[in-house]
């Protein structure tokens, strides 16, 4: 048996879920900044060059979680 998603119903549902996934990505991001990865720490070091200078990594994992 193959698995079959469940699309939402509504906007709100919708809204919903995709709140809930850039939640997940951006504990991941904070996650993997902490352990300082490569393609993470330098992308966010871009961001804060190019156009966040005052970016903490809890705001670069914000923004780079949002849709």
Do not use: I
């Given at each position: 048996m193959e698995w079959e998603p469940i699309p939402p119903r509504s906007a709100k549902e919708l809204a919903q879920l995709t709140a809930r996934l850039c939640r997940?990505?951006?504990d991941?991001?904070?996650e993997q900044l902490a352990?300082?990865?490569e393609a993470?720490?330098?992308l966010a070091a871009d961001w804060r060059k190019?156009?966040?200078p005052e970016a903490t990594d809890e705001k670069f994992a914000d923004g780079y979680a949002r849709p």
């Open positions: 997940l990505l951006r991941e991001v904070t352990l300082k990865s993470l720490t330098g190019l156009l966040f």
